[in-house]
């Protein structure tokens, strides 16, 4: 059997079907922008895999430090025990969160960052004996990951609809747009002034899953400042919006009012292996430091703070630091833009919009704007074939490359979005 059999025999793959089970494709080696296949294939990877990778593939700096580090100390239990690359990344990460971070609780990922952000939101209410503070507000077409908890925050849609009757409840405000702003702000109070509420929980100003949909750090200013008159804890999931990717280190900080809690994941070790940051105020910590130990925070994972993992972080971040990177951020936003510029007016887009390094395009089409929209089964194939690795997000196309990108590589791209729009037959019949 081929290696491609021998796949479909035995591997269950994420966010896939099983029907008309196509051939997944097989990667042998990758190196900076490129994925490259046994046969010799060369894929342009313009979504840094699933939004995680900051510094191209297999970078030789993260590579080195993978290899340092598992040569001198793979793992320790981490309750009891401490070690170099946790406190170092802690310390890195502290260095440039909002000042208001004072602690820095590892987990395994984005799901898992967010689920001990919820926790630690509910026991602090908990702990202070405020029962009553149970309820948690989020936006409809959030995403904020696959697990329990982090799904009943996140957008009641196809992705969570068997799962439904045990997803917690949660109060869902409308996803932000221009025009309801005013109305939301309104709902948003209504729904915190009872005190009931426990958390607010947000994509800080990209919505990410829902189709890189933006919303203005005004509104989300606003927001926070009445969260923090009614003492609603404020959880900001920067697990895709983080380093770098709006054009700052976190979109957090466009915003004047900071919010109590972060969620950090997917270029935190620059793409290279999974690891979770949780950070939060010394406001939240000190409802825990109580020699009741029922008001022990009791979480934990077998693998937190994996030493290796901490080494890809420290040295992905100090690629980040750079002054090349940070211009080469600065590069890709002005590169972004001016595309934007160049498609905004063609008659098959309904909207585009750019944040930072984020590029968004929706097309117009018969159908809604959704991730089940079937146009996503002609683009995703139309950029493959030309050696790109696009997934689109129902109808709505995302370039959002490693930092490393050259600006031949990206017109690359941009040719090819191009090229998509002359060829296709999307437009409303
Ligand atoms: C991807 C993502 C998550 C989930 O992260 P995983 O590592 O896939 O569990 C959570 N929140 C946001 C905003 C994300 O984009």
Request: proline share 4%.
């Amino acid at each position: 059997m081929n290696w491609i059999d021998r796949d479909k025999e035995s591997i269950w793959h994420p966010f896939t079907q099983l029907v008309n089970g196509f051939d997944h494709i097989m990667i042998e080696k990758a190196e900076g922008l490129y994925l490259y296949t046994p046969e010799g294939r060369k894929i342009m990877d313009a979504i840094s895999s699933w939004w995680v990778n900051l510094h191209g593939h297999s970078h030789p700096k993260i590579a080195e430090a993978v290899f340092q580090q598992a040569s001198k100390l793979e793992h320790v239990i981490f309750a009891g025990f401490t070690h170099e690359p946790a406190i170092i990344l802690a310390e890195k990460l502290l260095s440039i969160l909002p000042e208001n971070q004072s602690k820095i609780f590892y987990s395994d990922n984005g799901s898992t960052a967010n689920e001990v952000a919820l926790k630690m939101a509910f026991q602090f209410w908990y702990n202070k004996g405020e029962k009553s503070r149970t309820k948690v507000i989020a936006f409809e077409g959030a995403y904020h990951g696959d697990t329990f908890g982090a799904m009943s925050v996140g957008d009641r849609g196809p992705f969570s609809a068997p799962f439904s009757p045990f997803l917690f409840d949660v109060e869902f405000l409308p996803t932000p747009t221009q025009e309801n702003e005013a109305e939301l702000i309104i709902q948003f109070e209504q729904l915190i002034k009872d005190k009931e509420v426990a958390a607010f929980i947000f994509e800080p100003l990209v919505l990410g899953s829902a189709g890189m949909k933006m919303y203005a750090p005004e509104l989300l200013d606003k927001l926070l400042q009445l969260a923090k008159e009614n003492e609603v804890i404020c959880i900001a999931d920067e697990v895709f919006t983080g380093f770098g990717r709006t054009g700052k280190n976190f979109a957090s900080d466009y915003l004047t009012t900071q919010p109590d809690i972060f969620c950090l994941s997917k270029g935190l070790t620059g793409g290279t292996m999974a690891l979770g940051v949780t950070s939060c105020t010394a406001r939240i910590m000190e409802a825990y430091k109580s020699t009741d130990i029922m008001k022990t925070f009791f979480h934990g994972h077998s693998f937190t703070a994996n030493p290796i993992a901490c080494a890809a972080s420290i040295a992905s971040f100090d690629l980040l630091m750079k002054e090349e990177t940070q211009m080469q951020i600065r590069n890709i936003s002005d590169w972004q833009k001016a595309f934007q510029e160049r498609i905004n007016n063609h008659p098959k887009v309904l909207n585009s919009r750019v944040m930072g390094t984020i590029f968004a395009l929706e097309l117009k089409t018969d159908e809604d704007t959704s991730y089940v929209n079937e146009v996503r089964h002609q683009l995703y194939p139309f950029f493959l074939e030309r050696d790109i690795l696009l997934r689109p997000l129902g109808n709505v196309i995302y370039i959002l490359p490693p930092y490393i990108i050259k600006k031949e590589e990206i017109e690359r791209i941009y040719q090819a979005v191009e090229e998509m729009l002359i060829q296709l037959n999307i437009g409303r019949h």
